[in-house]
């Protein structure tokens, strides 16, 4: 059987800076008629362009210097642009991470359909509007038939990316190359949006190009695989084998940096270093400098494909057959052991350290002749929680359900609505700014876009010493120790010796630094105040797993160190799983579940809690799970659904639900739900009683 | 102790110095932080942006040299003591160095390099009789016996003569250039040298040089020649038109810069204040700028001009020489412009702190409970300089321009302030005459549109150099958008068999 | 909607009044109605009389502010700021130094003016875009190097060069077009091709410059990106995609000076002999005729909200993120 799409030795530059970056160097792969092949790598890895490249999309700056890209035995790169056109949206199609940047914002849905369908099927009038209708059917568009005249600006994420698929589908097209389609959405709409993939797939019988970071999506979705690492593929297997025994040190890593519950008294295994500039000339291995089990040889020469198994290559020393195959055992065996032995947490807290009690942020919304407010965004209604000397919360929530908003109305960088917020025994709400100032250094935050975290202008001593200035640190003795005793000036080299920088790199300006790095920045300006309680605000979110790995060790060995409280705000539940010891789910502006880390991940009671869990891709070979579809999306904060917020979505909605919020019901001193699923305490009604919440 | 003049500081020359000190304090922290010359070092690495500083450089200095203002010592022999009495005239360095140009007045219009009156005037015969002829100049090829036969000759004889000077001041320049650059970087002089020529070095010295030699000759000739002639003719009352070239540039460097100094503190204080703070002080000044902007330009400007004159006249105790008085007139008008001009780049301030002020790094701040002043002081001032600079050097040539359009609406500067408005306005209303009087014209275009080109094209390297998301120029021209695969590549990459025969599935 | 254009006007209220106080303050405050006088009659025959004269045929002769004399609400009527400043509400804009009204003056020199006006701000526009669209499309080639070379050269030229060039080639070396005048009727016709050529000319650097920027910023959006992957051709791209994007920006900037026509061309008018509201201002600068002056900027203004207010209507005209919310 011939392969559907055909690469060979790919060549792509591009040509930013002084040097020409190879994006793509000497890449080579096949893809099947009818497979979904998944091409797995971190950012900067070269993923992107070879979709770009394979379309002849590239930026301008880019170009193709070598290769061939053959689809059903044509090369593509020998067309000339106006045949190239007739492939393009006809024989392969592409959809792009960001929905909501592809559509085109004044055209509507049916326009931006029907122009493939003129295009390449020269339909016209009613057909076209047919078949525009059938496809955007095909895409699970609820009331397609009144939705395909609107714009794209009315419809939800997931719905745009629906809308991205229909167009690719347009064309009818015998590969579909997806690039990050759900890196954009929360997990519960991936969940829907990979399933109509799956869907499609089989119906249409095209075959896929799946282009992630994520190795869930891969175990969910591929049935081959290619690893790529700084311009070109390491690895290639079938999902099987890849996911039974990856072969190639890199991929080993991979898996092995995922955090989760079963390595929570372990650190997680790191790749030191970063990836190198692809604008360097390569002599050996590209993974040899970060590798653990390089020698000599990986150094000096590029190694060729050797096979592991049937449908199984690696390109690494360790597999040829000269080199030995007993060097893999000895992976094996690394793998096995844990990269540093944390002390398990102690099991009670007994010190309450922050206690927030039904807070209540509320954003005013403007309309008519006088700007009068019509209404609020409750993007937090009634939260309440604690957070032990020490411990760790998790708290859950997809985008937009005002966890976020829960961090910045604890730090009081937004003025709560209502509540209060009591941290040691004070009450933050109503403070003068004065007196909050005194207590700022015991709580701090960390931001979750390092780029945007750091002042550009400023250098990282001065960042550093910025809170330390600001709240006077340096005059105070350390209450946590750890830098007391340090004469001026010293601060700053301790804390990033103790981040993991080498304090010379205090003296250089925010760009110079990767995004691991950056990160690391920002947990040392925290701690050079000393807190006692850090706010961690999605940390990790934007770095790949493996630099994921190393701030979730670095993070995890200052708690036990210094004694730090976290409140972990994220989505990702496999940090929850390693890092947490409670974990609160948010569903608009509420708490719906909350527990400790086994109650609430090994026995969720909400339904939301349940449909969130399931959609989580999970890295196994045969994840045996029922993902429960959850439809439609999230509703506006400013307009939430009467009774229960959740009811719309759930598939256990009953009458009352649509009537009243439902109480807590407890399952064990810890493990709260509010679900009209479960018995509910007396007095439901009762204004008080409802945004209440048992304590622990 | 006698002094042979007085120094004179007028208003707009202290804020020049002003202007002059903030720059070099500005070239001076920029040089100490490898992160704000990095950006400089992109406009360095402009063709178009170092030959148009190049030009730029040379206006400057005419600028700075008519800049340095002084009252000359007249002897007074009245009372024998031979007290210093200075002249009421102020003058400035070019004017001392132009001297000739500037004293050398002939009777009405000459054309340039004329040795005669543009106009026929009867002539008095030592016998008596009266013919109409075109009389000699007092001054332009007043050296010459028979102008006729002698002038072509001795123009070019004297322009290469002046030229060759000029090269050879070039060719000087360009060896030291390449000595000093072969000593920093460790090679031979020829090496550099040729590298120069290919542009192969970092800045793109080739352009520079090109453009050097290209003044250096044009400044040496007209040197040469303005000795002897006037090379771009006389006006109505014989004055020198090259020299009254020279003295606008002042003009317009002035308004150009000073505007924006002058409007800078209100429109950063402003523009920042309203994004930081919202609310009520937002809408304040949102109000304010609004407001002030919703009404046309240029009859602000032209209200505001006419009030200036009225106040001047009526109050002429104010000023005690006429160039005082002007120098003051220039100084409103800067003023004015910047009251009506500060608008944009507030509303862009604004539009930049509000962005800002949601980065996480001022959360940060925030978080580490940072006074408002130090927030913006620390981290929002530098983050918008960028803006500041780039509007800076954009508005430089429109403003330049208006000054031009404003003088001849009548709402521009002082009538006796020389400035390319005052000399378009007089020269215009001999476009009617028969022959016409073109030169006057003719300079202040060229001069003119040489100051605004190399501003506006100096300008596009800053902004592409410090704004890289708006560009304004291509990358590379002329770059093909895609190249077809190349042949012979199972050549260029041997390992290609080996690498296809493994992965099949 | 219909509330949004309310609230629109209703914001325009406190900015007129700005307005208004801003020029009352530059017309009244700076210089007292007594300083006016003494300039306007010369030094040398300054008498109290005289300038009591001057200033009663003017009607400067009241308080500023507050009568003292008057009873009741005259003491704020009788005031300069309420018969010069206030009445501009009612569009009074009293009597020039010659004696005629301004307000009919400005009536009469509205048409000519926009006769100028509206040519040169439609086919500026056509052609301004034409090529943008041109440079755009031939993007980093040679084509779009000189383009945007020759932009920033014609940038570079004083507005008064272009006329002085202009009257100078086509109409006395080669005696297309007169030099100057206006007819009435079709007769303007001839007077009016060259101001509007020139016109055309004066605006093309920048406007076509920045129309490209905006052009080149659309195209690099990832929508486009999706275009081109459907396997459109570049001018579908550029012109069903590109085009009705980057048309958002540029209409409506080009929507906000559409009221400001009717002030016509200071400079233009007054070369070419065009008696429209430009050369009528740029006259009454030069003759320091203070009334005119003061309602051209009162004029100005007004024209300019109304442009703000238009615009925020072609905004939700054009784009359907602002209509339909």
Redesign the interface.
């Known amino acids: 059987m011939s392969p559907l799409l055909q690469i060979d030795n790919l060549e792509t530059i591009l040509h930013t800076g002084t040097t020409p970056v190879r994006a793509v160097d000497g890449l080579t792969l096949q893809i099947m008629q009818g497979e979904t092949f998944a091409l797995l790598g971190e950012s900067g890895c070269g993923k992107s362009m070879t979709a770009l490249s394979i379309m002849r999309l590239l930026p301008e700056v880019g170009e193709i210097v070598a290769g061939s890209i053959r689809i059903g035995g044509e090369d593509l790169l020998l067309l000339p642009e106006a045949a190239m056109r007739n492939v393009r949206g006809k024989r392969i199609s592409m959809i792009f991470q960001e929905p909501m940047l592809s559509l085109n914002p004044v055209m509507t849905v049916a326009e931006q359909i029907s122009e493939v369908l003129r295009r390449h099927f020269n339909l016209r009038g009613e057909a076209e509007q047919q078949r525009v209708l059938e496809i955007l059917n095909q895409v699970g568009i609820p009331d397609a038939a009144r939705r395909m005249t609107e714009y794209p600006f009315q419809f939800s994420g997931g719905m745009k990316q629906r809308v991205m698929i229909a167009i690719a589908l347009a064309g009818e097209p015998e590969l579909l190359i997806a690039d990050e389609p759900t890196t954009a959405l929360d997990v519960t709409i991936q969940a829907q949006v990979l399933d109509l993939m799956r869907d499609l797939q089989q119906r249409n019988g095209m075959a896929i190009l799946l282009i992630t970071h994520d190795l869930g999506v891969v175990a969910e979705m591929a049935q081959r695989v290619a690893v790529m690492y700084a311009g070109e593929i390491i690895e290639t297997a079938t999902r099987t084998e890849f996911f039974r025994s990856p072969a190639h040190p890199y991929s080993c890593k991979l898996f092995a940096s995922l955090p989760g519950k079963t390595k929570r008294d372990q650190g997680l295994a790191v790749i030191s270093g970063s990836v190198p500039p692809l604008s360097r000339e390569f002599i050996g291995c590209r993974f040899a400098d970060r590798c653990d089990h390089a020698w000599d040889l990986c150094r000096t020469t590029a190694p060729e494909w050797s096979l592991v198994a049937t449908d199984h290559q690696v390109r690494c020393h360790l597999f040829n057959q000269n080199s030995g195959s007993r060097i893999q055992d000895s992976i094996k065996a690394a793998e096995v052991l844990p990269q540093a032995a944390f002390k398990s947490q102690p099991a009670i807290f007994n010190s309450e350290l922050l206690r927030v009690t039904d807070l209540k942020v509320h954003f005013p919304i403007h309309k008519g002749l006088m700007k009068r407010v019509t209404g609020h965004v409750k993007a937090v209604d009634g939260v309440s929680l604690t957070i032990p000397q020490g411990g760790t919360l998790a708290l859950v929530g997809e985008s937009g359900c005002g966890k976020t908003t829960v961090g910045k109305g604890i730090l009081q960088l937004i003025a709560p609505t209502a509540g209060s917020v009591c941290y040691d025994g004070l009450e933050l709400v109503g403070l003068e700014r004065k007196q909050l100032r005194e207590k700022r250094a015991e709580f701090q935050i960390i931001f979750q876009d390092p780029y945007s975290s750091l002042n550009p202008r400023m250098r990282i001593v001065d960042i550093i010493e910025e809170g330390m200035d600001a709240l006077n640190v340096k005059d105070k003795v350390g209450r946590v120790g750890h830098q007391s005793a340090l004469p001026a000036g010293k601060e700053v080299d301790a804390l990033l010796q103790r981040v993991g920088l080498p304090p010379e790199t205090k003296w250089r300006y925010p760009h110079e630094f990767s995004g691991g790095q950056r990160q690391r920045i920002a947990i040392a300006r925290a701690l050079a105040v000393n807190p006692r309680l850090l706010i961690c605000d999605e940390p990790t979110s934007a770095l790949d797993v493996s630099v994921q790995a190393q701030i979730l060790n670095l993070l995890k060995e200052l708690q036990d160190s210094l004694g730090l409280a976290y409140l972990f705000i994220t989505h990702n539940i496999s940090v929850v799983e390693y890092l947490a010891d409670e974990v609160a789910v948010m569903y608009l502006g509420r708490i719906v579940e909350w527990g400790s880390v086994d109650e609430v991940l090994g026995n969720p009671k909400h339904p939301y809690t349940q449909a969130l869990l399931s959609a989580v891709p999970v890295v196994e070979l045969n994840p045996k799970r029922e993902v429960i579809r959850l439809h439609g999306d999230l509703p506006s904060p400013a307009n939430p659904p009467a009774g229960c917020h959740f009811h719309p979505r759930c598939p256990h909605a009953m009458p009352v639900c649509h009537e009243t919020y439902p109480g807590s019901s407890n399952f064990s001193s810890t493990h709260t739900t509010r679900c009209h699923l479960y018995p509910q305490p007396q007095n439901t009604s009762t204004l008080q009683q409802k945004n209440a919440r048992t304590t622990v | 102790m006698t002094m042979l003049f007085k120094p004179v500081i007028l208003w707009t020359d202290s804020l020049i110095y002003l202007l002059v000190i903030v720059v070099l304090a500005f070239v001076w922290h920029v040089r100490r932080n ?2 704000m010359l990095a950006p400089w070092r992109r406009v360095g690495h402009s063709a178009s942006g170092m030959a148009a500083l190049t030009v730029l450089v040379f206006f400057i200095a005419v600028g700075l040299l008519d800049t340095v203002h002084f009252r000359p010592a007249v002897e007074n022999n009245d009372n024998g003591n031979s007290e210093k009495v200075y002249s009421v005239e102020v003058l400035s360095l070019l004017d001392i160095i132009a001297a000739p140009l500037r004293t050398r007045v002939e009777k009405t219009y000459s054309a340039p390099f004329a040795a005669h009156l543009y106009a026929r005037e009867t002539i008095e015969l030592p016998d008596g009789g009266q013919i109409r002829e075109f009389p000699r100049l007092q001054f332009g090829g007043a050296h010459l016996q028979n102008p006729e036969a002698q002038l072509t000759a001795d123009v070019t004889w004297r322009a290469a003569a002046g030229a060759g000077l000029g090269v050879f001041v070039w060719c000087v320049l360009v060896i030291l250039l390449s000595a000093s650059l072969a000593h920093r970087d460790n090679v031979g002089v020829l090496y550099t040298l040729s590298a120069i020529r290919r542009g192969a070095t970092e800045i793109p010295w080739n352009a520079v040089l090109v453009t050097l030699v290209l003044i250096l000759s044009l400044l040496g000739a007209a040197l040469a020649l303005s000795v002897h002639y006037h090379i771009l003719g006389t006006d109505k009352v014989g004055q020198d038109v090259f020299y009254q070239s020279l003295k606008s540039i002042r003009t317009g460097l002035v308004i150009g810069t000073l505007t924006t100094l002058m409007m800078l503190p209100f429109a950063l204080l402003l523009g920042i204040m309203a994004g930081y703070f919202r609310g009520w002080v937002d809408d304040v000044i949102q ?2 700028y ?7 330009g ?3 400007i ?3 001009v ?2 200036m ?3 001047m ?2 109050h002429p105790e104010l000023f005690d020489t006429i160039a005082a008085r002007a120098d003051l007139r220039l100084l409103f008008l800067c003023i004015i412009l910047g009251v009506t001009s500060w608008t944009g780049l507030c509303r862009l301030l604004r539009g930049e702190t509000l962005k800002l002020r949601e ?3 001022i ?9 408002h002043w ?1 927030i913006i002081s ?2 929002i001032l ?2 918008v300089m960028h803006i500041v600079l780039i509007a800076t050097v954009m508005d430089f ?1 429109g403003l330049v ?1 208006a000054e ?2 404003l003088s ?4 521009g500067v002082d009538p006796s302030t020389i400035s ?1 408005g005052t000399m ?1 306005n007089a020269a ?1 209303l001999e ?1 009617a005459r028969e022959p016409m009087v073109w030169w006057a ?1 003719l300079s202040a ?1 060229g001069f ?2 040489a100051l ?2 190399s ?3 100096f300008a ?1 390297a800053v902004q592409d150099a410090f704004n890289p998301r ?10 093909p ?6 042949e012979e ?1 199972p050549e ?2 041997p ?2 068999a ?3 025969d ?4 | 909607m219909l509330n949004y254009i309310i609230r629109r006007m209703l914001y325009a209220i406190p900015i007129l009044i700005g307005v208004n106080l801003i020029t009352f303050t530059l017309f009244f405050v700076v210089n007292t109605p007594d300083d006016m006088a003494r300039m306007q009659l010369g030094i040398k025959r300054v008498t109290p009389e005289a300038i009591e004269k001057w200033k009663h045929e003017r009607g400067y002769d009241k308080p500023l502010i507050f009568s003292e004399a008057e009873q009741g609400a005259a003491k704020f009527t009788h005031t300069i700021f309420f018969e010069k400043s206030a009445a501009m509400f009612a569009f009074d804009f009293g009597q020039a130094d010659d004696g005629r009204d301004i307000a009919y003056e400005i009536k009469a020199r509205m048409l000519p003016s926009l006769a100028i006006a509206l040519p040169v701000f439609l086919l500026g526009l056509v052609v301004y875009i034409t090529f943008a669209l041109v440079m755009a499309f031939f993007r980093a080639t040679y084509v779009d190097f000189w383009g945007v070379v020759l932009c920033v050269a014609l940038m570079s030229i004083s507005s008064l060069f272009y006329i002085i060039g202009g009257q100078f080639l086509i109409s006395k070396l080669w005696h297309l077009v007169p030099i100057s005048g206006y007819g009435s009727g079709l007769d303007a016709g001839k007077f009016l091709v060259l101001p509007v050529i020139i016109g055309v000319i004066s605006g093309a650097g920048a406007s076509t410059r920045w129309y490209r920027t905006i052009f080149l910023e659309e195209m690099g959006k990832d929508y486009v990106r999706t275009a081109r992957a459907k396997g459109l051709p570049e001018s579908i791209v550029l012109f069903r995609h590109v085009l009705r994007n980057a048309m958002i920006p540029i209409l409506t900037g080009a929507v906000v000076v559409i009221p400001l026509l009717f002030l016509g061309s200071l400079i233009a008018e007054s070369f070419f002999g065009i008696p429209g509201l430009g050369s009528y201002t740029i006259d009454a600068i030069n003759s320091q005729d203070f009334a005119v002056v003061r309602a051209m900027v009162f004029l100005g203004s007004l024209l300019y909200i109304i442009g703000l207010i238009l615009t925020d209507i072609s905004y939700t005209l054009v784009d359907p993120r602002i209509r339909l919310e």
Do not use: C
Not at chain 2, 290 to 296: D, E, G, K, N, Y
Not at chain 2, 364 to 371: I, K, L, P, T
Not at chain 2, 470 to 479: E, L, S, Y
């Open positions: 490898e992160h109000y304010i609004t407001t002030l902007s919703s009404i046309p240029v009859l602000l032209a209200a505001a006419l009030m004159q009225v106040y006249e009526t980065m996480e790094y959360q940060a701040a925030h978080a580490f409970g940072v006074s130090r620390r981290h530098p983050n040539s321009l031009a359009v001849y609406v009548g709402v390319f378009i215009r476009m014209l275009f003119m549109f605004v080109l501003a506006n094209l596009d708006v560009r304004t120029w291509p990358v590379k021209a002329g770059k958008y895609r190249r077809k695969r190349q590549d260029t990459k390992n290609a080996t690498a296809k493994v992965i099949s599935p």
